[in-house]
């Protein structure tokens, strides 16, 4: 009798999780407690795979001997907790789809830059003529593509939901980039939570394998203090270059592996500004290790587009800029937004508040904010945090207000910055939709 696999969510990881359970003899179950969408709901029943919406039934789940759950879908959520009691393994769809895939994995994660990096590598990759998939938190569901499709290499965005899920799973390049507190509300306000979460992209690592990360960061660096890495170790930096790993030397970025050695002007960098400078070294770090050659990690580089929705320069309107950076959804992320743009700034933020300490920006916001246009259910919190440093706090319903809101203020050579700081599920579906209905908005002006 085949073995009952239960997924939990139907959104694309799920999807993915049950074409992958199909194919490998399972006998599958959808279950989601919202409405599926249409293009998911078509591609479960062209499958022929059984599922239900709006609605978790017990009978149906509590009867599996596995079940794969959609990272949005929290440990602590009363079913998981039943279903652990009961001792069902719950694993994430990254989890799975690994024990099916023969690739190579590069894996990326930290608090922020993730996908700017993953997307980096993917199209460094690709020009080097590389049979590679994109997939975790960019990209079509990894399980999917495992199901389908036929590669030599994986690139991999992961969060600490996905990592969280993830048990017998080895990444054979793990890149971690910084660690900053995010999602506390996940990890029960506990900073070290969400550290060991992020240092799972490590388990099961060998000496064969590689660990890319921030020598910079200090909770990484007092983080590696206490652990023992299997893995060969690769730091960089804006200190000079180490034997092996990267730094800055005066105006160059400089990479080193193996006596072989790459270097470029970071002014030939596409993507400028400090955080990119240290994405594209982890970037060229892995093709590195993968023996890719200097001239197409030189071109890959100096020739890449960028990540629609980060700090993304989308249009001038009346002499003022608009400038999308939605999936800054933490302050960090936020901090290196307002630390790179030079105009005086109209910041439109909020959301739903992850436990944020919002005094890492008050020095950005004294010098560089004329107004903060706050848009989200509960803007207290930012209007407490910025009440004493910016003469104009104002509140917004919706997209649209925030964006004229924030056009009618701006004068000539200032900057619109949508860089929310915060997550986005109280107004919109994700970050995405975030981003986009801003860009429409800001069309219609």
């Excluded at 099916?100 to 993917?122: D, E, F, P, V, W």
């Excluded at 799972?200 to 660990?211: H, Y």
């Excluded at 950076?325 to 960090?332: G, P």
Aim: hydrophobic fraction near 40%; proline fraction near 3%; glycine fraction near 8%.
């Amino acid at each position: 009798m085949a073995k009952r696999l239960v997924v939990i969510g139907a959104g694309e990881s799920g999807v993915g999780s049950a074409i992958l359970a199909q194919k490998q003899g399972f006998d599958v179950w959808v279950s989601d407690a919202g409405k599926i969408q249409d293009k998911y709901k078509d591609v479960l029943i062209k499958y022929t795979i059984p599922f239900e919406e709006g609605k978790h039934s017990e009978e149906q789940l509590l009867n599996a001997d596995l079940v794969v759950k959609s990272p949005g879908v929290p440990d602590a959520a009363p079913l998981i907790k039943q279903l652990k009691a009961r001792g069902v393994p719950v694993i994430s769809e990254i989890e799975f789809a690994g024990r099916y895939n023969q690739a190579k994995t590069i894996c990326i994660t930290g608090s922020n830059g993730k996908t700017t990096t993953t997307m980096l590598i993917y199209h460094l990759l690709q020009t080097a003529g590389l049979k590679v998939g994109l997939a975790g938190n960019v990209g079509q569901s990894f399980a999917w593509q495992v199901a389908e499709k036929t590669y030599e290499y994986y690139v991999l965005e992961l969060s600490s939901f996905q990592l969280d899920g993830m048990y017998e799973f080895k990444a054979d390049v793990a890149i971690l980039l910084n660690i900053t507190p995010d999602h506390l509300d996940r990890y029960d306000y506990q900073l070290q939570n969400y550290v060991d979460s992020k240092f799972r992209i490590l388990q099961n690592q060998t000496a064969n394998d590689f660990f890319i990360y921030g020598a910079d960061d200090p909770i990484i660096q007092k983080e590696l203090d206490k652990r023992s890495i299997s893995a060969t170790c690769l730091p960089f930096g804006w200190e000079k270059a180490p034997g092996n790993g990267a730094g800055i030397e005066g105006e160059d970025l400089v990479i080193n592996w193996k006596k072989k050695s790459f270097n470029m002007s970071i002014f030939d960098i596409a993507l400028q500004g400090k955080h990119n400078t240290y994405n594209s070294m982890a970037a060229g770090l892995a093709g590195m290790v993968l023996t890719i050659k200097n001239d197409k990690i030189r071109e890959s580089l100096s020739d890449f587009k960028g990540v629609e929705h980060r700090l993304e320069r989308f249009l001038t309107v009346h002499g003022i800029e608009f400038i999308n950076d939605s999936k800054a959804t933490n302050v960090n992320s936020t901090w290196y937004a307002l630390e790179s743009v030079s105009k005086p700034i109209i910041w439109i933020a909020g959301g739903v508040d992850k436990g944020n300490d919002y005094e890492a920006l008050n020095d950005l916001v004294k010098d560089k904010v004329r107004a903060i246009i706050c848009l989200g259910v509960d803007n207290q919190k930012i209007k407490e945090a910025f009440a004493g440093l910016v003469p104009d706090i104002i509140e917004t319903e919706d997209m649209t207000d925030a964006v004229r809101s924030a056009y009618y203020l701006a004068k000539n050579g200032e900057t619109v910055l949508l860089s929310p700081a915060c997550a986005s599920f109280d107004l919109f579906e994700n970050y995405e939709d975030r981003g986009r209905q801003f860009k429409n908005a800001v069309r219609e002006l």
